[in-house]
Nanobody, 119 residues
Framework: QLVESGGGLVQAGGSLRLSCAASGRSLSSYAKAWFRQAPSKEREFVASISWNGVTYYTDSVKGRFTISRDNAKNTLYLQMNSLEPEDTAVYYC???????????????WGQGTQVTVSS
């Protein structure tokens, strides 16, 4: 089970840090990722990280977001800086056996946390 936290309302230019804690089984050897879904839009890839720290980002968040993980704590993070109204969405964490940028590659999902950026 994956449980996200850290979402909320922030002004444009602000920062938030999302966390995703795993429970029930160790996912330390799994690749992990963040996806987001805005109203009336499809779920989209944000960032991913391999078990040993290789990272990928979608172009729109490069230089602003940082994905990281603490395998000892079985926790995934997403540091989001310089937030823009276009970042408003429900953010989901996911875990799977392969590092990928498509949702179908991930087997475990959190329930999502809302991020709202006001202009």
């Amino acid at each position: 089970q994956l449980v996200e936290s850290g979402g909320g309302l922030v002004q444009a230019g602000g920062s938030l840090r999302l966390s995703c804690a795993a429970s029930g089984r160790s996912l330390s050897s799994y690749a992990k990722a963040w996806f987001r879904q805005a109203p009336s839009k499809e779920r989209e890839f944000v960032a991913s990280i391999s078990w040993n720290g290789v990272t990928y980002y979608t172009d729109s968040v490069k230089g602003r977001f940082t994905i990281s993980r603490d395998n000892a704590k079985n926790t995934l993070y997403l540091q989001m800086n310089s937030l823009e109204p276009e970042d408003t969405a429900v953010y989901y964490c996911a875990a799977g056996p392969y590092l990928a940028q498509v949702a179908s590659s991930y087997d475990f999902w959190g329930q999502g946390t809302q991020v709202t950026v006001s202009s």
